[in-house]
Nanobody, 114 residues
Framework: VQLVESGGGLVQPGGSLRLSCAAS????????MRWYRQAPGTERELVAS????????NYADSVKGRFTISRDNARNTAYLQMNSLKYDDTAVYYC????????WGQGTQVTVSS
């Protein structure tokens, strides 16, 4: 199993970023995908999840209405569209899935700063 995140970077408050998670080594279309984030000195937080076929999503209260999780099963890729970014969204963002245990990508840094 391999998960590779991309798309992070430095953005001003109010800006947008789109994160991608390229998956390989397992049958992507069969598994729920999740995005987590972890800011320095804090625990890893579940941000959003999407079911295997993309028909059901869930979000942390802190990102509802601003973030959108999606997936393209033909491309084995999950996405996190982040709009109206705030300083508090600064963190390392990880994609994850659960097969016989949790698998994680290496993370991508998102920094919201003016």
């Amino acid at each position: 199993v391999q998960l590779v995140e991309s798309g992070g970077g430095l953005v001003q408050p109010g800006g947008s970023l789109r994160l991608s998670c390229a998956a390989s080594g397992f049958t992507f279309r069969r598994y729920e995908m999740r995005w987590y984030r972890q800011a320095p000195g804090t625990e890893r937080e579940l941000v959003a999840s999407i079911n295997s076929v993309g028909t059901s999503t869930n979000y942390a209260d802190s990102v509802k209405g601003r973030f959108t999780i999606s997936r393209d099963n033909a491309r084995n890729t999950a996405y996190l569209q982040m709009n109206s970014l705030k300083y508090d969204d600064t963190a390392v963002y990880y994609c994850s899935t659960y097969l016989n245990g949790f698998y994680w990508g290496q993370g991508t840094q998102v920094t919201v700063s003016s």
